[in-house]
Nanobody
Framework: QVQLVESGGGLVQPGGSLRLSCAAS????????MAWYRQAPGKQRELVAFCTSLSNTDYGDSVQGRFTISRDNAKNTVYLQMNSLKREDTAVYYCYVDLHGDNGVRRVYWGQGTQVTVSS
């Protein structure tokens, strides 16, 4: 079994910064893509950023230039550094991990979600 533990959400003023973390643990053989999604009230879940096993990254248009995704393969952890936060970044942020388990099965796991609120 695999567990994802997210941390780092909270309340921040517009223009501020937050850093999210998501650590994967358990029966992991290798991790392919690690990503962050978000879902605001009344909206569909959207991709924020992803990072491949070779550290290739891409971002949603709305966060390009403000957010940075990175990963520490030794710790099976993905980070999302969020700068210049805007009110419209308010959402629940979910960690996404695409991995191969020790049994060779490829599967996607989701974190429990962490609330990010941007408000003055």
């Amino acid at each position: 079994q695999v567990q994802l533990v997210e941390s780092g959400g909270g309340l921040v003023q517009p223009g501020g910064s937050l850093r999210l973390s998501c650590a994967a643990s358990g029966s992991i053989y290798s991790i392919n893509v690690m990503a962050w999604y978000r879902q605001a009230p009344g909206k569909q879940r959207e991709l924020v950023a992803f990072c491949t096993s070779l550290s290739n990254t891409d971002y949603g248009d709305s966060v390009q230039g403000r957010f940075t995704i990175s990963r520490d393969n030794a710790k099976n952890t993905v980070y999302l550094q969020m700068n210049s936060l805007k009110r419209e970044d308010t959402a629940v942020y979910y960690c996404y991990v695409d991995l191969h388990g020790d049994n060779g099965v490829r599967r996607v796991y989701w974190g429990q979600g962490t609330q990010v609120t941007v408000s003055s």
